[in-house]
């Protein structure tokens, strides 16, 4: 229990407690011990095991936040399943003396299963989901940089021409389409650049050379947001 979180010592002691509850009350109330009654309880028991389990995976410490919120479904899916079946294993408890043990026995495997099958497709969506988020992160960053590095630039101009021109381009970075692709990667390269050049030459006060570089920049940035256009059809 020392190496435990917060989280986990209280999932554990919840488990506990309902456990607790529903065996007071399974013995407690005089159901006819026979078949029925062991069978649901087993199955009872393994729906209360798993939580601490599904829990520590849907709320995982040290993943990021969004990976933890998107840990819901997997945890919805884990407690609608224990509770169906302790409601469902109350129910047979009832009626040990006239249902029979192999129709038990159906229902509670079917019933894993399905919950078992649901928690799987949850985890992998999961999965996926995370994973396209950290790429769309990623795919991002660099327009995101390129328009704080021309947005810089944009105070450094000492010329109001070469300012404007350089203004232009950044409002023009601003509205691109901000996701980068493989198919991209040659533009934006050439763009990197000419941006890095019409850099030098803002610094070096050589106005002419900024601006043809910044005009140079825009037609590489139209381009750019052209196959942008063509790689979305």
């Given amino acids: 229990m020392r190496n435990l979180s917060k989280n986990q010592k209280r999932i554990?002691?919840?488990?506990?407690i309902i456990f607790v509850g529903f065996s007071v009350t399974a013995f407690a109330v005089p159901f006819k011990k026979g078949g029925v009654f062991w069978l649901t309880y087993i199955f009872s028991v393994i729906s209360l095991a798993v939580q601490p389990f599904v829990m520590n995976i849907a709320f995982k410490d040290g993943k990021d936040i969004n990976s933890?919120?998107?840990?819901?479904p997997i945890a919805r899916i884990s407690v609608v399943y224990c509770?169906?079946?302790?409601?469902?294993?109350?129910?047979?408890?009832?009626?040990?003396?006239?249902?029979?043990?192999?129709?038990?026995?159906?229902?509670?495997?079917?019933l894993l299963g399905a919950s078992a099958v649901g928690f799987i497709g949850a985890d992998s969506m999961r999965d996926e989901i995370v994973r396209q988020d950290k790429k769309l992160?990623?795919?991002?960053?660099?327009?995101?940089?390129?328009?704080?590095?021309?947005?810089?630039?944009?105070n450094q101009c000492g010329d109001e021409d070469v300012r404007k021109a350089v203004a232009k381009l950044a409002e023009n970075i601003?509205?691109?389409?901000?996701?980068?692709?493989?198919?991209?990667?040659?533009?934006?390269?050439?763009?990197s650049s000419c941006v890095e050049e019409l850099q030098g030459a803002v610094v070096d006060g050589e106005k002419d050379t900024a601006l043809s570089l910044a005009v140079k920049a825009e037609g590489l940035l139209a381009e750019r947001n052209r196959l942008c256009k063509l790689n979305k059809k």
């Fill in 12 to 16: 554990i002691i919840v488990t506990a």
């Fill in 83 to 110: 509770i169906a079946q302790t409601i469902l294993s109350l129910v047979f408890m009832a009626l040990g003396a006239f249902v029979p043990v192999w129709v038990v026995l159906v229902f509670d495997v079917l």
């Fill in 68 to 72: 933890k919120l998107y840990g819901f």
């Fill in 174 to 191: 601003k509205y691109s389409d901000i996701v980068s692709s493989e198919a991209l990667k040659n533009i934006e390269s050439d763009l």
């Fill in 137 to 154: 992160v990623k795919d991002t960053k660099y327009m995101k940089n390129l328009e704080s590095k021309v947005n810089v630039l944009v």
